[in-house]
């Protein structure tokens, strides 16, 4: 009798927990007319956001010469299997030319694709969803422009569980809040532009803010470097704290984003020289902007172990 109802309980237990696994791992989407108030596409403007965002960075085909040919391919390996960066180029086929704008939205801010899936945060959208709604206009706008590549990205190589969509919903109830950038009042216009494109389109904290065993980001550590989690290195601290940008001006910063050259005139390596050739693409004051927000940032200590050695 008892281990009926023991057998019972746990059958009903599951059966709850299943229903709570269905409902609250099912993919969020934006309004019906959340695009509708947002102003007219501007396509130039769109192409700043695509240099801010690096989009090229990730699913430019590996190895071609012109980094605007989205046809993707990319292996990004992880401690969860390895992604391969899907074609985002205007193909309607293998690509996203057939693509709804609200779709493409839903990509970007709340990480959901087209066929109503979870999409995986390697592609940074708890970054992106910082974004205005006009600037993801824009952005679609411009990728629009660019030329279709009619070959398909080959598929992910994940490992079990993480090759089940579903359960990034879980993930996501934690990591996705789903708030855009506000600007803070107290500071200036440039800080805020700065702080706008850092934490949404930049998505600079994806490196540079360390990362919890579950591949959330330590918010309590933000933008204070940590092991590179593409497995090799450190990402620097990039708060104004001695273990990171203390002795470098806004100028410096500024510098080293257009040039990749820090004031040691050494130039920068790994992941981040391709992150300059995109801050490269912006305007002086986009960079600056960044810059000023960077010194204005809590400054939070966190060295890295080779540096530690050094001195
Ligand atoms: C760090 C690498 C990275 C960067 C940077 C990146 N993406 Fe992606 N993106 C990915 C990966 C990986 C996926 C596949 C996610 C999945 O399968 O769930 C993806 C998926 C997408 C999708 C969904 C495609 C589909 O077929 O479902 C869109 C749309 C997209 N990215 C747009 C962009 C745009 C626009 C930018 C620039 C603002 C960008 N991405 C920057 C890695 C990246
Ligand atoms: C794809 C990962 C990645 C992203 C995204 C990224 N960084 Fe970096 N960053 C790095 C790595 C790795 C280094 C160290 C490079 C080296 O060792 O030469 C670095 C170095 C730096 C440095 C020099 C720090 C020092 O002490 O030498 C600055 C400043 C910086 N990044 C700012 C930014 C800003 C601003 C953004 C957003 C626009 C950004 N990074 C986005 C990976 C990244």
Redesign the pocket.
């Given at each position: 009798m008892r281990i009926v109802s023991l057998a019972k309980g746990a059958f009903t237990l599951a059966i709850a927990g299943g229903a709570a696994f269905f409902v609250l791992t099912m993919p969020a989407t934006l309004p019906k007319d959340a695009m509708a108030g947002v102003r007219p596409a501007d396509a130039k403007g769109g192409e700043t956001?695509?240099d801010a965002?690096?989009?090229a960075?990730?699913?430019a085909t590996p190895g071609q010469e012109d980094k605007r040919k989205l046809g993707g391919g990319?292996a990004?390996h992880t401690p969860f299997g390895t992604?391969?960066?899907?074609?985002?180029s205007p193909d309607s086929k293998v690509g996203?030319g057939s693509?709804t704008e609200q779709q493409?939205a839903d990509?970007?801010t709340k990480g959901v694709?087209?066929g109503g899936?979870?999409?995986?945060p390697?592609?940074?959208y708890t970054s992106?969803q910082r974004m205005s709604l006009a600037d993801v206009r824009d952005?679609f706008a411009f990728?629009k422009t660019l030329q279709p590549v009619p070959t398909a990205a080959p598929p992910?190589e994940l490992k079990f569980p993480f090759s089940i969509?579903r359960g990034l919903g879980l993930w996501k109830l934690l990591y996705l809040d789903g708030r855009p950038f506000t600007p803070d009042p107290k500071v200036s216009d440039e800080v805020n532009r700065g702080a706008y494109l850092v934490t949404g389109?930049g998505?600079c904290g994806?490196c540079h803010t360390p990362r919890n065993p579950v591949g959330g980001p330590d918010t309590s550590r933000r933008l204070a470097g940590g092991p590179d989690p593409e497995g090799k290195g450190w990402v620097p601290n990039i708060t104004p704290h001695a273990d990171g940008l203390a002795k470098w001006s806004a100028k410096d910063i500024a510098y080293f984003l257009e040039t990749g050259f820090n004031p040691d005139y050494d130039a920068a390596g790994g992941s981040m020289a391709d992150v300059v050739l995109n801050t490269a693409k912006l305007s002086a004051e986009d960079r600056a902007a960044m810059a000023a927000y960077l010194k204005s940032v809590a400054a939070i200590a966190g060295k890295s172990p080779a540096r530690k050695k050094a001195e």
């Open positions: 956001l695509f965002g690096g989009c960075s990730c699913h990319l990004m992604f391969k960066v899907p074609n985002i996203i693509w493409f990509a970007m694709g087209r899936e979870h999409l995986y390697s592609f940074p992106y952005l990728i992910h969509r389109p998505h994806e």
